[in-house]
Each structure stands twice: as structure tokens, then as C-alpha cells.
């Protein structure tokens, strides 16, 4: 086994335990291979055990490695924060953008989607400590915004994603990770048609699955420490 299957494995087993922890499947979560500042051939290496969605931060790097791997199926996610001018880029190269958080990056990807690709997949995403420097809606704009991305054309509303502050405790990282859980359920409540809750990483991936996540987005536990930008 190579170094990738084997960092797989190890990821998959830390979400089945906190699954059994949590009485949960461990079918019910799915993993981000988080591969900016990666090279391709890791990720042809990764896609190649069986990985099929990839997470990437920096839009002009992102398309510099997907055109080394237009030979693979392989499900993009952009989530890295998103300016106004690089909406277009994003609509025509990825499937998944997570990290929406504003009307007018909704309204730009909406009308810039290409008319021949599938709805762009969304989720919008929530600064849910209220951190000062952090990208993300707070949590009381989010219903606004969720109605809004659910009647644009071209997008198609998934669900809620965030990077909580780096917390003290597991107990902080849960507390987090639950308020989440319940925004997420609040805005189901209201009727929406929402599957994914993209939250945990390398460090608080159980905490994230104990509170309700459905996708873990993983970097360094899976591909090793990255270069430096
Ligand atoms: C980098 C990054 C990750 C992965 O972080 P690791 O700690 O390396 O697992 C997950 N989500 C987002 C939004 C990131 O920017």
C-alpha cells in the first residue's frame, strides 16, 4: 500500500468510530481531499485509491492542476475565500463552490454558470463564532441568503459549510460544530431541501461528525503537510 491509501484508511477509520460513537453511518459522511498547495500527481495518486472529490482554495492554481488531470472523473469543490472578479473562473471550472457568503458572489455565479454544465452545487458559508477577521456570513444573514441562492437559476442549494475558530478544547470544537447543526436544521425546518454540512478537518473531524457534519474536508491527514504558499 502506498502512503496516500494507507492516510485514507486511517481517515476512514477515525470517521467510523466517531460514527459509532455518535450512532451514526459512516455511508452518511463524505470526504474532501483537501489538495491546495499539493501537487497534481498527488491527487492523481489519491484518485487513484478511490477518491473522487477534491477541495481547492486558489483559483488560478486550482485550473493550472485540473488541466494536468483532464483525463480523470473527478468532482471539484471551490472553497478558499471568493472575490467578486474571479466568479467566472470559478462557475465555469468547479461543481461545488462552499464558500458563499454574500448576495452579490450568489447573483454572479448564478448568471455566469455556463448554460451547457449541470446547477452549480452551493453551500453557503457561516462565521459561526462571529470571528473578526473571518470569511462567512453570520449566522442571522444566512436565512436571507439561503432563500435567495434557492430561486437563482443555475444554482443549486446544498447546504452550510464553516472553519470554526481554532478552539482551546474538544468541548469548545463541539460546541461550534452544534450550533451549526442547528442552523442547518432551521433552515430544513423552514422546508429547505438541504444535504450537505461541510464542517471538520484533520484536527476536530469526530467533534464535526459527533455534532451532525456530513462531510469532513481534510488536507494534511490525508496528503501530509503542504508546501509553503
Ligand atoms: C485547508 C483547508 C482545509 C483542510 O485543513 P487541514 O487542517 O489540512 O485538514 C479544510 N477546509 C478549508 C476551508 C481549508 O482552507
Same mark, same amino acid.
Request: proline share 3%.
Given at each position: 500500500?502506498?502512503?496516500?491509501?494507507?492516510?485514507?484508511?486511517?481517515?476512514?477509520?477515525?470517521?467510523?468510530?466517531?460514527?459509532?460513537?455518535?450512532?451514526?453511518?459512516?455511508? &452518511?459522511?463524505?470526504?474532501?481531499?483537501?489538495?491546495?498547495?499539493?501537487?497534481?500527481?498527488?491527487?492523481?495518486?489519491?484518485?487513484?485509491?478511490?477518491?473522487?472529490?477534491?477541495?481547492?482554495?486558489?483559483?488560478?492554481?486550482?485550473?493550472?492542476?485540473?488541466? &494536468?488531470?483532464?483525463?480523470?472523473?473527478?468532482?471539484?469543490?471551490?472553497?478558499?475565500?471568493?472575490?467578486?472578479?474571479?466568479?467566472?473562473?470559478?462557475?465555469?471550472?468547479?461543481?461545488?463552490?462552499?464558500?458563499?457568503?454574500?448576495? @452579490?458572489?450568489?447573483?454572479?455565479?448564478?448568471?455566469?454558470?455556463?448554460?451547457?454544465?449541470?446547477?452549480? @452545487?452551493?453551500?453557503?458559508?457561516?462565521?459561526?463564532?462571529?470571528?473578526?477577521?473571518?470569511?462567512?456570513?453570520?449566522?442571522?444573514?444566512?436565512?436571507?441568503?439561503?432563500?435567495?441562492?434557492?430561486?437563482?437559476?443555475?444554482?443549486?442549494?446544498?447546504?452550510?459549510?464553516?472553519?470554526?475558530?481554532?478552539?482551546?478544547?474538544?468541548?469548545?470544537?463541539?460546541?461550534?460544530?452544534? @450550533? %451549526?447543526?442547528?442552523?442547518?436544521?432551521?433552515?430544513?425546518?423552514?422546508? %429547505?431541501?438541504? &444535504?450537505?454540512?461541510?464542517?471538520?478537518?484533520?484536527?476536530?473531524?469526530?467533534?464535526?461528525?459527533?455534532?451532525?457534519?456530513?462531510?469532513?474536508?481534510?488536507?494534511?491527514?490525508?496528503?501530509?503537510?503542504?508546501?509553503?504558499?
Amino acid at each position: 500500500m502506498n502512503d496516500l491509501n494507507v492516510n485514507l484508511e486511517n481517515v476512514n477509520s477515525r470517521i467510523a468510530r466517531a460514527c459509532k460513537k455518535a450512532g451514526r453511518r459512516a455511508e &452518511d459522511i463524505r470526504i474532501l481531499a483537501v489538495s491546495k498547495r499539493q501537487a497534481s500527481s498527488r491527487i492523481r495518486e489519491l484518485r487513484a485509491n478511490g477518491q473522487k472529490a477534491f477541495g481547492e482554495n486558489y483559483v488560478q492554481e486550482a485550473v493550472l492542476k485540473q488541466r &494536468d488531470l483532464t483525463d480523470l472523473e473527478i468532482e471539484w469543490h471551490f472553497i478558499g475565500p471568493l472575490q467578486s472578479n474571479k466568479t467566472a473562473l470559478v462557475a465555469r471550472h468547479f461543481q461545488w463552490v462552499q464558500s458563499v457568503d454574500r448576495a @452579490n458572489v450568489l447573483q454572479r455565479l448564478s448568471s455566469q454558470k455556463p448554460e451547457n454544465l449541470p446547477d452549480l @452545487n452551493i453551500c453557503l458559508q457561516v462565521n459561526i463564532d462571529r470571528e473578526q477577521q473571518k470569511s462567512g456570513a453570520l449566522p442571522e444573514e444566512i436565512p436571507g441568503l439561503a432563500q435567495l441562492a434557492t430561486n437563482m437559476r443555475g444554482l443549486r442549494l446544498r447546504g452550510l459549510m464553516a472553519i470554526p475558530r481554532a478552539a482551546a478544547s474538544e468541548g469548545e470544537a463541539l460546541q461550534s460544530f452544534t @450550533n %451549526m447543526y442547528r442552523l442547518f436544521q432551521q433552515l430544513q425546518a423552514e422546508g %429547505m431541501k438541504l &444535504d450537505t454540512l461541510s464542517m471538520g478537518m484533520s484536527a476536530d473531524l469526530e467533534q464535526a461528525v459527533l455534532a451532525g457534519s456530513t462531510m469532513v474536508r481534510v488536507g494534511t491527514d490525508l496528503f501530509g503537510p503542504r508546501t509553503p504558499a
